[in-house]
């Protein structure tokens, strides 16, 4: 296989750094983000094989960490193949919409929708350099319309955004051969999820996206490389 760089956002536990595992794993070179740098190595550090890991300082709110990152993966490979918008936060079940804090939906949304916006504008000219690029997000069935809850608020209306981004970058970057897709992980046993499946099936839902050939869907919505309804 060509040698494949990607990035995974927020990935120092969780689903983001067994993607970064499983990718690894597959001879992607990943650069594992962590907005703590500390953190970021402590997960390399138990990630095996390690040589085609690099840990990376990334927070998804500052542009100027972003920026940062992207120079790093510019001046060592020079582009960027993949790019899995992971970062995520505030499963806000203790509120519905009726009486959602818009202090932490500003919260919710500056991290799980404005987060892929900002890393994926910093990284696009990297991404442009590829000849097969791939974006996908990390959503939630949580931000399907067709299913919607009337909670967690915040959670929810971060994640229909997050696809929005999808939909919109899909239709931008379908000339350039890049596939943009959202992907549910499913009810998975993280911090967040504090219940559901092991960790490695919802990081391969994540990883079926970033695998997919020249000629699979864009502009999608998948769990376990199955259609969702929007
Ligand atoms: N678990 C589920 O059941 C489930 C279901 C559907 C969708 N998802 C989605 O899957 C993704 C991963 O979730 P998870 O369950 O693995 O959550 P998690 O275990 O809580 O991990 C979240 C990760 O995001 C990082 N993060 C938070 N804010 C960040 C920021 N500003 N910049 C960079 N990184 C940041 C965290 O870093 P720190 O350690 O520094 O906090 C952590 O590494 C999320 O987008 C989530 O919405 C999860």
Redesign the pocket.
């Known amino acids: 296989m060509e040698k494949r760089i990607a990035l995974v ?9 067994e993607v970064v595992k499983q990718l690894a794993e597959l001879g992607y070179i990943v650069f594992l ?4 740098l500390e ?1 970021g190595e402590e997960a390399v550090k138990k990630l095996i094989p390690q040589d085609n890991i690099f840990c990376i300082a ?5 542009e100027e960490s972003i920026n940062k990152a992207k120079n790093i993966i510019e001046n060592k490979f020079g582009q960027l193949d993949v790019l899995v918008n ?4 505030l ?1 806000d079940s203790w509120h519905d919409v009726s009486n959602a804090d818009l202090k932490t939906v500003r919260e919710a949304m500056d ?2 929708t404005y ?1 892929p916006l900002r890393v994926t504008q910093a990284m696009l000219p990297l991404l442009l350099k590829s000849t097969r690029g791939r974006i996908v997000n ?5 931000g399907s319309l067709a299913s919607m809850k009337a909670a967690p608020p915040a ?1 929810n209306l971060s ?1 229909v955004a997050l696809n929005g981004l999808t939909r919109m970058f899909a239709d931008l970057l379908r000339p350039k051969d890049i596939l943009v897709n959202s992907v ?10 504090g219940g ?1 499946r092991p ?1 490695p099936e ?1 990081a391969k839902s994540v990883v079926w996206a970033v695998t997919i050939h020249d000629d699979g869907p864009t502009g999608g919505f998948f769990r376990d490389g199955k259609k969702l309804e929007w």
């Open positions: 956002t927020g990935a120092n536990r969780g689903i983001g750094k983000g962590s907005r703590d953190k990334l927070d998804v709110t500052n992971n970062a995520g936060i499963y991290t799980n987060g990390v959503s939630s069935e949580a959670y994640k549910c992980p499913g009810w998975t046993h993280t911090d967040m999820g559901g960790i919802g």
